[in-house]
């Protein structure tokens, strides 16, 4: 590897045993390292977070394989890329009975017609396909592609496998970083900020030795977090199905706490205001409803917020509307109510509207019997009369049941 190269580069590995991390696939007798070392490889999908060894682990099949080896990726190939390498490899199949492996880098970003143009070499096995993804390929992959290829999930690395890759840059010389010395509470720094991730470890650790030796002494805690600071907080498609399910999940369970936690986190990431505002207007009645019927007009009051005043300032209004919801008394009532009502109108029969509930206001309606036998509910002292309001059909059916918690009571019911 030329020494002019990134670090990351040049540490990558060259033989399976130096792969860190990933022992669940890569291990000894593991599916993946078996497939790799007998050169039986089917088409696999590798998905997982960056720095996780996917692009390592394509490499190494290259160099394990008798296939062929074409790599391509998907940020600049299209469809035209794709038939060259299946003539290539129909070409090399019928000449030298060569088989072809197609690593296919950030898979994902194929769209649907480019992953049709693929499918037929995949489906006919003139192409074994590689695909490398960070994100979720049951969302991004189409259900063909899926389905004749193997999936792999790689994790983010353990801090050990973190800290022995960072032990193995200062350690050999060919790396360039040899004899530099680094502060304990600097390498946990630079462990314990990657995040699993194996390229930003090592890209820190490489910007850090360089402040480092300008400086000239061996690597500190301020070389470690001056590296870091730069780094953007990573957020990936699959990724923000998960935040936002957490975050609902944690105002839900009445965490104040954790409901800031992951708000915090989507800001950081850049997540749209609107789409938050959005999950806590839908959370305040599915979650909370009648318990604490305020918690809708101040979830309304956040979205309005934030077209209103916009962000920065608009996260201090989402804020409070995830405090107070967190904190309020929780119901779903409103959400079983209305899922029982609509099981009811999908399932059972639909009764006509009842002749005293129909449209008398129009000529002719009273001679048709609309209306007749109505009560005027104003009439009555208590502003209250008892008469059916639902068809025959429906009548002894009951959707709303009383949670029983905050204001969400049956009337009549005091307060526990």
């Known amino acids: 590897m030329e020494h002019g190269a990134p670090l990351a580069a040049r540490m990558r590995p060259r033989r399976l045993d130096e792969v860190v991390g990933q022992t669940h696939l890569l291990g000894s007798g593991k599916p993946l390292r078996t497939l790799i070392e007998t050169d039986r490889l089917s088409s696999v999908l590798l998905w997982g977070p960056p720095g996780t060894g996917k692009t390592t682990i394509a490499r190494l099949i290259a160099g394990a394989t008798k296939k062929a080896f074409e790599p391509l990726s998907a940020v600049s190939a299209g469809v035209k890329d794709v038939r060259e390498v299946a003539a290539r490899?129909?070409?090399?199949?019928?000449?030298?009975?060569?088989?072809?492996?197609?690593?296919?880098?950030?898979?994902?970003?194929?769209?649907?017609?480019?992953?049709?143009?693929?499918?037929?070499?995949?489906?006919?096995?003139?192409?074994?396909?590689?695909?490398?993804?960070?994100?979720?390929?049951?969302?991004?992959?189409?259900?063909?592609?899926?389905?004749?290829?193997?999936?792999?999930?790689?994790?983010?690395?353990?801090?050990?496998?973190?800290?022995?890759?960072?032990?193995?840059?200062?350690?050999?010389?060919?790396?360039?970083?040899?004899?530099?010395?680094?502060?304990?509470?600097?390498?946990?720094?630079?462990?314990?900020?990657?995040?699993?991730?194996?390229?930003?470890?090592?890209?820190?650790?490489?910007?850090?030795?360089?402040?480092?030796?300008?400086?000239?002494?061996?690597?500190?805690?301020?070389?470690?977090?001056?590296?870091?600071?730069?780094?953007?907080?990573?957020?990936?498609?699959?990724?923000h199905y998960d935040v936002v399910s957490a975050f609902i999940k944690s105002i839900r369970g009445s965490d104040p706490d954790a409901g800031l936690y992951w708000l915090a986190r989507?800001?950081?990431?850049?997540?749209?205001?609107?789409?938050?505002?959005?999950?806590?207007?839908?959370?305040?009645?599915?979650?909370?409803?009648?318990?604490?019927?305020?918690?809708?007009?101040?979830?309304?009051?956040?979205?309005?917020?934030?077209?209103?005043?916009?962000?920065?300032?608009?996260?201090l209004n989402l804020a409070q509307a995830v405090l107070h919801l967190a904190r309020a008394p929780k119901s779903n009532s409103v959400y079983t109510a209305l899922s029982a009502a609509l099981d009811d109108v999908h399932?059972?029969?639909?009764?006509?509207?009842?002749?005293?509930?129909?449209?008398?206001?129009?000529?002719?309606?009273?001679?048709?019997?609309?209306?007749?036998?109505?009560?005027?509910?104003?009439?009555?002292?208590?502003?209250?009369?008892d008469q059916e309001y639902r068809p025959p059909e429906v009548a002894d059916r009951r959707y709303y049941r009383p949670s029983g918690r905050g204001d969400d009571r049956a009337e009549g019911e005091d307060e526990r």
């Open 89 to 239: 490899a129909r070409a090399r199949l019928g000449e030298h009975g060569q088989g072809t492996i197609l690593f296919l880098d950030e898979v994902h970003r194929f769209n649907k017609a480019q992953q049709d143009a693929l499918l037929p070499h995949v489906e006919e096995g003139l192409i074994v396909l590689v695909g490398a993804t960070t994100e979720n390929p049951f969302f991004s992959l189409t259900g063909p592609l899926l389905s004749r290829s193997t999936l792999f999930r790689l994790d983010p690395l353990a801090d050990d496998d973190v800290a022995e890759l960072l032990d193995r840059a200062l350690a050999d010389d060919v790396r360039g970083l040899a004899g530099l010395a680094i502060d304990a509470d600097a390498r946990r720094h630079l462990v314990q900020r990657a995040e699993g991730d194996a390229r930003h470890a090592l890209t820190s650790l490489e910007v850090a030795a360089g402040l480092a030796r300008e400086a000239g002494h061996g690597i500190t805690l301020a070389d470690a977090e001056a590296a870091l600071a730069m780094r953007a907080l990573r957020y990936g498609d699959d990724e």
């Open 266 to 315: 989507m800001i950081e990431a850049g997540e749209d205001p609107r789409f938050i505002a959005r999950r806590l207007v839908i959370l305040a009645s599915e979650d909370i409803g009648l318990a604490d019927p305020t918690s809708l007009l101040v979830a309304d009051a956040a979205a309005r917020s934030v077209e209103f005043v916009g962000m920065p300032e608009a996260r």
């Open 347 to 385: 399932e059972r029969q639909l009764g006509a509207v009842p002749t005293h509930l129909r449209d008398a206001s129009y000529p002719g309606a009273r001679q048709l019997g609309h209306g007749e036998g109505y009560l005027y509910p104003h009439d009555a002292p208590a502003g209250r009369v």
